[in-house]
């Protein structure tokens, strides 16, 4: 799937498996480190900053409760790729300081993916979250084809998704979808 939604468009991957084991996860890791080099494209780890040095990949996605950022810039170091999910405006203001690289916005829309999401932020608060920032923000949560453009047009720098690509019957034509009304 990850190699079809590379030859569809997508410029970035992110590993999410939280009940896996680590070795299962450090082997997938791997397998996607090939894939996103061979397309150029950023690799990053959701959460687990050791699997993503010892995978080799661009940089890690942490979330609140995560190791905290100035300890994942420490290890990483300044050219390891930090995210982070802010759950407030004050989080978000905060990030930039912090060492964080992008801030990953959201539920954007209602989602199913995620149960612990929450509740739909809606476009007006990736605006505020965009203007407050300072650093690039991508929009994540219930994100299709046809409401993807919405969320750039808000401020978001891009979009994250996983079933838009991951449950459909074919993966690379979700994704060239979602970057055509990327693109558009």
């Known amino acids: 799937m990850i190699e079809a939604a590379l030859n569809g468009g997508v410029t970035a991957v992110q590993l999410r498996c939280k009940h896996r084991p680590d070795r299962e996860v450090f ?3 791997r397998r996607a480190r090939a894939l996103t080099r061979e397309h150029e494209a950023l690799f990053l780890i959701n959460d687990r900053v050791d699997i993503a040095l010892a995978s080799d990949a661009d940089g890690v996605h942490l979330g609140v409760d995560d190791l905290p950022i100035e300890d994942a810039r420490r290890i990483g170091g300044p050219d390891f790729v930090i995210g982070y999910s802010p759950e407030t405006d004050e989080q978000t203001q905060d990030a930039a300081t912090r060492g964080v690289d992008y801030l ?7 989602t199913a993916t995620k149960s612990d999401a929450g509740t739909a932020i809606g476009l007006q608060t990736v605006t505020q979250r965009a203007d407050l920032a300072g650093i690039p923000i991508i929009g994540i949560g219930g994100i299709t084809a046809s409401n ?32 055509r009304a990327l693109d558009a």
Do not use: N
């Open 148 to 179: 993807a453009r919405s969320v750039i047009d808000a401020g978001a720098v891009g979009v994250a998704v996983v079933s838009a690509i991951s449950i459909q019957g074919d993966p690379r034509r979700a994704a060239e979808m979602l970057r």
């Open 104 to 110: 990953g916005v959201g539920p954007v829309f209602g």
């Open 27 to 29: 082997e997938l890791a």
